[in-house]
């Protein structure tokens, strides 16, 4: 059997090859933009998948909250990079910051008063009073503020905007970010049995994208943050520049198809700086002591423990890991698109989907999780437009206005669903440890 399997999966360089092929195949069929902005989201993609494989291959951590930590990414570019409102600060950002101090002063408090007090009735008595008389200290400042930012000019900024620091640093400001949420929601979820912990941390997430539709002085809630400062150049800079018009020239092109193009390829280098550098992290360390050990955790926690090893503070440790990379992609995502949307992020896309690119591409080993965000996000986008002309070409000798026909082209939309659970389904049958296995 294990040998009936061997030959139906290609090695890996060989579905790297294929992979490349169906790149190639977009620009050429398409257009070279269509092929590199999924080429350069696959880059995002891949580099997520690596996050929770970090989780899950390494630790067999389910993490259902993967869009929370990509948003947490996203709000590190605007707190980073973009430039602060001086009107909204003067107005209320003291008394946001100085609310904010009072909420963490009182938690602060509450945890000490815990610690220090004997056991009984008395210490719950005095950490609810502190609890108490400091939210509402908390909310009568912090309200206040709040109400003052979000009334300048609401219908361009309403929010205290950022620190205006080059966008790059954004990038691992977002992984910081993501890393200490998942420090303190690992603190308290991951003892937890692994069904309850995939439910917390989806439920955690859901809260992290509340508060950011929500809370419009943070990042303009559901009003969106566009204009996010760029690593690269603009098009349109580059449409003026001399070098781009004589290339444009010489390759018989439009500029402004050249210019896009360039632009593209720009992000691209950058993206594969940052996943070249986390796959050479990666890589080393799960073949280190380190990584045999997260292994030996993984598969038997009892025996693991037996020898020595702190369970507990090893899940923390690959949790608050395969967090941050999240938050790292999160935060590249949002520069990739110019502007941070919360309504955007959804389980579907990304949690599901990452979830498909880690089992499809092999969970443990870092190229499956590269080679299943290539392969899927390709799918996710490709299959729509390919599976309408296919619906075209069959319903091309129909009535005009039947019902079958509108049927089938109103179909097509729904095509990129059930590809995925078809390729979940040919994987977990023909190659159930992924396209490229752990050995």
Request: hydrophobic share 55%.
């Amino acid at each position: 059997m294990k040998g009936v399997l061997k030959g139906v999966v290609p090695g890996p360089p060989v579905l790297f090859a294929l992979v490349a092929c169906l790149f190639i195949g977009t620009g050429v069929v398409y257009s070279w933009n269509t092929a590199l902005t999924i080429f350069n989201m696959g880059l995002v993609s891949a580099i997520m998948a690596l996050g929770v494989n970090m989780q899950w291959g390494y630790a067999g951590m389910f993490n259902a909250g993967i869009m929370g930590f990509v948003a947490l990414g996203g709000l590190a570019v605007v707190v980073t990079s973009v430039p602060p409102v001086p009107a909204a600060w003067a107005a209320g950002g003291g008394q946001v910051l100085l609310g904010l101090a009072f909420g963490a002063a009182t938690i602060a408090g509450a945890v000490l008063v815990w610690r220090r007090m004997a056991a009984g009735r008395l210490r719950g008595f005095a950490v609810a009073a502190i609890l108490i008389a400091g939210f509402f200290i908390f909310r009568s400042v912090f309200d206040r503020g709040v109400a003052a930012v979000e009334r300048i000019e609401p219908a361009l900024t309403g929010y205290l905007g950022g620190l205006g620091l080059p966008v790059l640093l954004a990038w691992p400001v977002g992984g910081v970010l993501a890393a200490g949420v998942a420090w303190i929601i690992g603190k308290t979820a991951l003892g937890l049995r692994s069904d309850y912990l995939a439910i917390a941390t989806l439920g955690i997430a859901e809260i992290i994208i509340a508060v950011l539709k929500n809370e419009d002085w943070l990042a303009r809630g559901v009003k969106n943050v566009t204009d996010i400062p760029r690593p690269v150049p603009y098009e349109v800079e580059l449409q003026a520049s001399a070098h781009v018009l004589a290339l444009a020239a010489r390759l018989g092109a439009d500029p402004v198809t050249v210019s896009a193009i360039m632009v593209k390829l720009s992000y691209g280098g950058l993206f594969i700086v940052v996943l070249v550098a986390l796959i050479w992290l990666s890589e080393r360390a799960l073949h280190s002591p380190w990584g045999r050990m997260m292994r030996a955790i993984r598969d038997n926690e009892v025996a693991a423990a037996a020898m020595g090893k702190n369970v507990g503070a090893r899940h923390l440790q690959i949790f608050v890991l395969g967090s941050a990379v999240c938050g790292l992609a999160g935060a590249m995502m949002t520069t990739l698109d110019g502007q941070l949307v919360p309504g955007s992020y959804q389980p579907l896309r990304f949690t599901f989907l990452i979830w498909v690119m880690v089992i499809v591409g092999g969970s443990g080993t870092n190229w499956g999780a590269v080679l299943g965000g290539f392969l899927i996000w390709w799918l996710w986008i490709m299959v729509e437009p390919i599976g309408l002309s296919m619906m075209e070409m069959i319903t091309a000798g129909m009535a005009q206005g039947s019902a079958l026909r509108d049927h089938l082209l109103g179909s097509a939309a729904h095509m990129r669903l059930l590809t995925m659970g078809v390729v979940l389904l040919l994987v977990l049958r023909f190659s159930p440890r992924g396209l490229i296995p752990e050995r």
